[in-house]
Structures are given as C-alpha cells and as structure tokens.
C-alpha cells in the first residue's frame, strides 16, 4: 500500500497571559475540522497547538501573580491544554515554546541564518518605557506608552539584525509562484503591497528583556518573541530533526488577520535565509466580535467556550463557528444567534431528522433497515440531489468555505424533511403495496441521513458519532473515506442501535441566562465551593459529603449553632441540560418548597428520590450552580475513593421540617 500523503497544519501558539475565549477556540475549532475532513480523504496529519510564553507581558504577569515566570507560564500552558482536551480538540503536538527542543530550534535556526550571512549587529533606536522596562512598538518620540500611560524615553541598545530587506525580492518572486501561498486572496494584496514598499531590517534580538531564550555565547540577548514563536511550528514536528519526522514543510498555518504580517513576510523569510523548506499556504481568518469590537479580557466583553459547551454541547458551539460566519470575514458573535442556530438546524433540524426516522423505522419495521422497493421520481430525485450535494460539500471543504459546506447539507436536510411531509409514511397503511412503500420513503431518509452524517463529521464529530450508532452502522463514521461516499451504500436489514439524546430543545432565554451565569461563575471565580462529592469539572455541587477528618480547628457551639440545617422531603427531582453531575431538586422543607441543586445525578436516578426525607442546610446563601439557583445544601456522605455521595437519611419516621441539633 502506497505510503499516505502527509498533511501538517497549525494554530498560532497562543499567549499565556490570558486562558482562551471563543476567538482563540475557532481557530483550534477550524483546525479540528480540517483535520478531521484530511484524514476522511487518507491523509496522515499532524496537527499542533501550544502556548507563546516569552516575553515582557509574561514577566509583568508573572510579577503581579508573585510567582516566577516559570511557575506562571507551566500553570497557563496547563489551563489552556486541559481546555483544549475538555472541549475535545486537543492537538497532536502541543508546543511551549519554553520546551528546550524549542529552545534548541530557535538557537538553530539562528546559527543557520548567521552562517548564511543574513545576521549582523547593529543598534535598535525605539521608545521605550522605563517604568515597564520595554520598548513601546511603532512609538514616536513624545507618545506616552499604551499600557502605563507614562511618558516614553528613546532609547538605543544593542541587538542582533535580520536582513529582512534582502528578502524583498525573493517573497515577491516566491508569492507569484505559489499563488495559493496566502488566503484569502483579498489579504494577499495587502502583503504584497506591503512588501512592494520595502523591507527594513528587523531586530531580532533584545537586551532590555530578561525572559526569553538566550541567544548562545551572547547573553544578555535574548530574542524577539516572533522570531522565537514562530520556530514553533518547526520544533514541534523535529526542529533541526525535521527530516526524519517527514512533516515539514507545514502544509497550513492558520492564523487570525492580525498576525498575517507575521506569517507571510518574517516567517518564510527567516526560512529562506535557514536555506529551510517554506511552509505551503497561511489562511487568515477573520475575528469574531463581541458588539463590534474585538473581545478583551479588559474591556469585560469576552464570550468563554466552555459554558457554551456545557448548556449545548461542543458540537452546537462548532457549527455556529463555521456556519455563522464566512470563514475569512469578520463575524459577530451573539447568544441570540447561537441559539436560533441551535434550535433551528441542530434540535429542529438535523436531531429531528435522525430521531423521527429512527422512531419510524424502529414502529414500521421492527427496528431494521428496511429494503427499498420500486423507487417513484421522487425518490430518485432526492437520491440524485443528495449525491450531487456529496460533490458540492467536499469541493467547499478544499476551498475552506465552510458556511458553504454547511448550508449545502442543510439544505438536504431541508429537503428531506419536505419528502417526509410530503411522502407521509405515517399515514400508510399496512397494505402490502402501502409497506412497500414505506420501506422505500424510510430507506431512502435513512440512506441521505447517513450521508449527511458521514459529511457532517469533521464539524460535528460527537453527535454524527451518536447518529452512526443509531442507524446501527458498523465501524466509526470517523472510518469512512469520503472519497468513496456515495448513494446506496446503506445495508438494509441492520438493526438500529440504541435511540440517542442528540440536540434537546432548549428554552432561548433560560438557555442565555444559564450560559452568561456560568461564564460569570467562570469569569469572576468567589470563595471555594462546598466539598463536592465527585470530581466534577469546576468541583461545585450543591450536597455537602463529610470530609475525611482533618487536624481541624475544634469550633465552638456557637459557631455550629450558626448552620441551620432541616428535614426536607424531596418533592421532585431531574437532570439539567448540560449538568452531567447535577439534579434539580424540590425539597419541602416545612416552611417552604425550596430549589436545590445536587451533584449526586451520576448516583441516584430522580425518579428514586422523590418522597425521600433528606437533611438540608437551610440558611446558606442561594448560589448558583451551572447557572441554576440553588437555595439550600443536601447532606451526604462521601464514600470511597471515588468520593460516591451517600444521602444522609432518617430510619425513623420524622416530621418535615425539623430542625437538626
Ligand atoms: N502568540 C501570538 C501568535 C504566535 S504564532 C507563532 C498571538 N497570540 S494570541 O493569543 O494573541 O492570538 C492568537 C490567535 O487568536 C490570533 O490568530 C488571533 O487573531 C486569534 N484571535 C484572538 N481574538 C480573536 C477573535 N476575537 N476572533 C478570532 N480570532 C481571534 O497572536
């Protein structure tokens, strides 16, 4: 078998000075999808994220944490990995670029644009800040500096020179031979524009800065941190070993708009002047905005993933991203939309499709996939739209115009749903010729549901998995070519799997509220939480469980006289959208029926719970929890190393609302 063709793509490496938002998951979003759609088509591919960790803003960070840098940035680097594999897109090389085979490449890669004669050393003049100890970029004499608002001085220091002005024709002459080098084509003509107005050599290296990599044999310097971030994409596939890996050159950046400069002028130039391989394309995508401004952690408008993901489902927050949004253009980003999108295409749409057909299947024919009989033009019609759409998805996806892709297999969702309604199986009768032809209008739905969901994978990777299963499909849907995805594939005769809980309705205001409340949890973290009884995402549930005991301080009973705590009963009980540890529960407990949320739902089934006397803390403050009120706290114990919640309870019988001494 022929070896397969490799595909390498990237994220930035981001910056270690905040944790991520919605703006940094779509690019991490766009290049899961990519990677999943290439390996569909056979490729072998690699794909890397990481963490950007040099710099003043990191020692400024760090100093303000009262930590060294090195401490601050391995914490940062962690949060933004274990999100990246919370949220289901973690990458195949996560890069710091304090990771010494990082450290290795960028001295490398120095060496060889010094051997080459493209390194000299000269002087940098610049405005610089002395209170931050940093040269404020693209500063005149007389400006202030942008983060303390002091008064700038100019400064000179020593540093290390790239011949960037050497580069200017040979990017030139580079970009006209692979055109498809920079996308979209509207960026390329501001690159090369810039470009045709001259290169000035760049300082790659600084004095003033004490946190970044050395440069060997002349320290003080270190680098430049875009001389020393963009090496990243070389080190996490060999750095000077590149060759034995076989991914090198990249295949695709993707970058956001305002790091193009960066990519497509400095980046290929240092490779040139390394004698190293150019990396094949960089796509920049637009932003997303919140209320028209870029989102910013100081300027409090920042839209957090995981929330989202929580309430919906990572897969809703994934289609919104590509599907909202051309991708390339700039975007707004607002909840309303969010769930319209979700309510319409996800829960009305593709989740209705599956769950209808399954169900009628399942009614209609003992839960197998009928046979099709004699097919009416109607049901060629459909066949043929369908595989037509096959051609027109693949073709967007190569051309990255997701929204595309996307509207074209809602539009075959849409039409299936118009055959159904206009077909009405449900309305056949048992008749031999009306079976016939049921088993035809249920096998053709089936067969364009599978392939919408083979189509859908790479944007909707967890729900098509649970569509696959329920049409009793075998192997992963991750599994299946695209290349050879085409009309009547589907066995008749297999047994439908198990129905699938795919996109629940949600509520579109309670929906908001829930996600904005669990983002200010996030955002604006309070006092640490009860003990939780299981290791939950963010360690909050609404059931005390008793800890092991500690060498604690002894209190007094006047400090245990402060917690009221009483005999509840449970009224009702039921999971929460989006809470996979959480109940929702209704206690009465004698004065009042009281909502408390418990993270107990992995142990106790609702429906056990309800007429169950449990003891409650009464006079907590409400808070919430997953964005739903919680007044009030469970007892229970917590057992095992698991920390199971074992409810506390009462062997005899005890009247409701008394209270506990
Ligand atoms: N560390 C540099 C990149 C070095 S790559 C060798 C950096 N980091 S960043 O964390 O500030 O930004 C990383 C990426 O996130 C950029 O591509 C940027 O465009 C993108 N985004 C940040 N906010 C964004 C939005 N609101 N919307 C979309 N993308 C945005 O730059």
Request: glycine share 8%; hydrophobic share 40%; aromatic share 10%.
């Given at each position: 078998?022929?070896?397969?063709?490799?595909?390498?793509?990237?994220?930035?490496?981001?910056?270690?000075?905040?944790?991520?938002?919605?703006?940094?998951?779509?690019?991490?979003?766009?290049?899961?999808?990519?990677?999943?759609?290439?390996?569909?088509?056979?490729?072998?591919?690699?794909?890397?994220?990481?963490?950007?960790?040099?710099?003043?803003?990191?020692?400024?960070?760090?100093?303000?944490?009262?930590?060294?840098?090195?401490?601050?940035?391995?914490?940062?680097?962690?949060?933004?990995?274990?999100?990246?594999?919370?949220?289901g897109?973690?990458?195949?090389?996560?890069?710091?670029?304090?990771?010494?085979?990082?450290?290795?490449?960028?001295?490398?890669?120095?060496?060889?644009?010094?051997?080459?004669?493209?390194?000299?050393?000269?002087?940098?003049?610049?405005?610089?800040?002395i209170?931050?100890?940093?040269?404020?970029?693209?500063?005149?004499?007389?400006?202030?500096?942008?983060?303390?608002?002091?008064?700038?001085?100019t400064?000179?220091?020593?540093?290390?020179?790239?011949?960037?002005?050497?580069?200017?024709?040979?990017?030139?002459?580079?970009?006209?031979?692979?055109?498809?080098?920079?996308?979209?084509?509207?960026?390329?003509?501001?690159?090369?524009s810039?470009?045709?107005?001259?290169?000035?050599?760049?300082?790659?290296?600084?004095?003033?800065?004490?946190?970044?990599?050395?440069?060997?044999g002349?320290?003080?310097h270190?680098?430049?941190?875009?001389?020393?971030?963009?090496?990243?994409?070389?080190?996490?596939?060999?750095?000077?070993?590149?060759?034995?890996?076989?991914?090198?050159?990249?295949?695709?950046?993707?970058?956001?708009?305002?790091?193009?400069?960066?990519?497509?002028?400095?980046?290929?130039?240092?490779?040139?002047?390394a004698?190293?391989p150019?990396?094949?394309?960089?796509?920049?995508?637009?932003?997303?905005?919140?209320?028209?401004?870029?989102?910013?952690?100081?300027?409090?408008?920042?839209?957090?993933p995981?929330?989202?993901?929580?309430?919906?489902?990572?897969?809703?927050?994934?289609?919104?991203l590509?599907?909202?949004?051309?991708?390339?253009?700039?975007?707004?980003?607002?909840?309303?939309?969010?769930?319209?999108?979700?309510?319409?295409?996800?829960?009305?749409g593709?989740?209705?499709?599956?769950?209808?057909?399954?169900?009628?299947i399942?009614?209609?024919?003992?839960?197998?996939?009928?046979?099709?009989?004699?097919?009416?033009?109607r049901?060629?019609?459909?066949?043929?739209?369908?595989?037509?759409?096959i051609?027109?998805?693949?073709?967007?996806?190569?051309?990255?115009?997701?929204?595309?892709?996307?509207?074209?297999?809602?539009?075959?969702?849409?039409?299936?749903?118009?055959?159904?309604?206009?077909?009405?199986?449900?309305s056949?009768?048992?008749?031999?010729?009306?079976?016939?032809?049921?088993?035809?209008?249920?096998?053709t739905?089936?067969?364009?549901?599978?392939?919408?969901?083979?189509?859908?994978?790479?944007?909707?990777?967890?729900?098509t998995t649970?569509?696959?299963?329920?049409?009793?499909?075998?192997?992963?849907?991750?599994?299946?070519?695209?290349?050879?995805?085409?009309?009547?594939?589907?066995?008749?005769?297999v047994?439908?799997?198990?129905?699938?809980?795919?996109?629940?309705r949600?509520?579109?205001?309670?929906?908001?509220?829930?996600?904005?409340?669990?983002?200010?949890?996030?955002?604006?973290?309070?006092?640490?939480?009860?003990?939780?009884?299981?290791?939950?995402?963010s360690?909050?549930?609404?059931?005390?469980?008793a800890?092991?005991?500690?060498?604690?301080?002894?209190?007094?009973?006047?400090?245990?006289?402060?917690?009221?705590?009483?005999v509840?009963?449970?009224k009702?009980?039921?999971?929460?959208?989006?809470?996979d540890?959480?109940?929702?529960?209704?206690?009465?407990?004698?004065?009042?029926?009281?909502?408390?949320?418990?993270?107990?739902?992995?142990?106790?089934?609702?429906?056990?719970?309800?007429?169950?006397?449990?003891?409650?803390?009464?006079n907590?403050?409400?808070?919430?929890?997953?964005?739903?009120?919680?007044?009030?706290m469970?007892?229970?114990?917590?057992?095992?190393?698991?920390?199971?919640?074992?409810?506390?309870?009462?062997?005899?019988?005890?009247?409701?609302?008394a209270?506990?001494?």
């Amino acid at each position: 078998m022929p070896a397969k063709q490799k595909f390498y793509l990237t994220t930035p490496i981001y910056y270690t000075n905040g944790l991520p938002h919605i703006g940094h998951t779509y690019t991490t979003v766009v290049a899961d999808v990519i990677r999943r759609y290439k390996r569909m088509r056979g490729y072998e591919v690699v794909m890397t994220t990481g963490t950007d960790e040099h710099g003043v803003n990191v020692e400024r960070a760090a100093k303000k944490a009262g930590v060294p840098e090195s401490e601050f940035v391995a914490k940062m680097a962690e949060a933004w990995r274990a999100l990246w594999l919370e949220l289901g897109i973690p990458a195949d090389e996560f890069v710091r670029t304090t990771d010494l085979q990082h450290v290795r490449t960028v001295q490398w890669l120095f060496k060889l644009c010094r051997e080459n004669g493209y390194v000299y050393k000269g002087h940098y003049t610049g405005q610089y800040c002395i209170y931050d100890n940093a040269f404020v970029n693209d500063a005149k004499p007389g400006d202030n500096c942008p983060d303390c608002g002091r008064p700038t001085e100019t400064l000179t220091e020593e540093n290390y020179f790239f011949k960037l002005s050497a580069f200017q024709k040979p990017l030139l002459d580079f970009y006209k031979k692979y055109p498809e080098f920079i996308q979209p084509e509207s960026r390329k003509n501001e690159i090369v524009s810039f470009v045709e107005s001259g290169l000035k050599d760049l300082s790659i290296t600084r004095t003033t800065i004490r946190w970044g990599i050395p440069v060997p044999g002349e320290e003080p310097h270190v680098f430049y941190v875009w001389f020393d971030a963009l090496t990243a994409y070389l080190s996490a596939v060999g750095g000077p070993d590149y060759e034995k890996r076989g991914m090198w050159p990249a295949d695709l950046h993707l970058v956001g708009k305002d790091i193009i400069r960066f990519h497509t002028v400095y980046w290929p130039a240092f490779l040139m002047a390394a004698m190293l391989p150019i990396p094949k394309q960089v796509w920049a995508h637009g932003w997303f905005l919140m209320d028209a401004s870029k989102m910013s952690k100081s300027k409090g408008n920042v839209v957090l993933p995981r929330p989202i993901a929580d309430m919906l489902g990572m897969d809703a927050l994934r289609y919104f991203l590509l599907r909202e949004v051309v991708f390339g253009q700039d975007g707004n980003f607002s909840y309303d939309a969010l769930l319209t999108r979700y309510n319409s295409d996800l829960a009305n749409g593709l989740g209705n499709l599956a769950s209808r057909t399954a169900a009628m299947i399942e009614k209609n024919f003992a839960g197998k996939i009928p046979k099709a009989g004699k097919l009416e033009p109607r049901d060629e019609t459909l066949a043929r739209q369908t595989q037509s759409a096959i051609g027109d998805v693949l073709d967007y996806f190569e051309k990255m115009n997701f929204a595309r892709a996307l509207e074209s297999l809602w539009s075959v969702i849409a039409t299936a749903d118009k055959y159904l309604t206009t077909e009405k199986p449900w309305s056949l009768s048992d008749s031999e010729a009306d079976t016939q032809r049921k088993a035809t209008v249920l096998a053709t739905t089936a067969e364009l549901l599978r392939i919408v969901t083979v189509l859908a994978h790479p944007v909707l990777p967890d729900s098509t998995t649970k569509i696959w299963t329920l049409l009793g499909q075998s192997g992963s849907v991750s599994a299946v070519e695209l290349d050879g995805l085409q009309w009547g594939q589907l066995a008749s005769g297999v047994p439908l799997g198990k129905p699938q809980t795919l996109f629940p309705r949600v509520e579109k205001s309670e929906a908001i509220e829930r996600i904005e409340s669990m983002a200010n949890e996030e955002l604006n973290p309070t006092a640490p939480p009860a003990p939780a009884p299981t290791a939950g995402r963010s360690a909050t549930a609404g059931a005390a469980t008793a800890a092991a005991p500690a060498a604690s301080e002894k209190i007094g009973i006047e400090d245990f006289a402060k917690v009221e705590m009483r005999v509840g009963q449970i009224k009702t009980a039921e999971r929460i959208v989006g809470a996979d540890k959480l109940l929702k529960l209704t206690v009465d407990i004698g004065t009042e029926i009281r909502q408390i949320c418990a993270g107990i739902a992995q142990f106790y089934e609702p429906d056990s719970l309800i007429g169950r006397k449990v003891a409650v803390v009464t006079n907590l403050a409400p808070r919430k929890l997953r964005g739903v009120e919680s007044n009030g706290m469970i007892i229970a114990a917590s057992v095992g190393p698991e920390g199971r919640p074992v409810l506390a309870g009462f062997p005899e019988d005890v009247e409701i609302g008394a209270r506990l001494k």
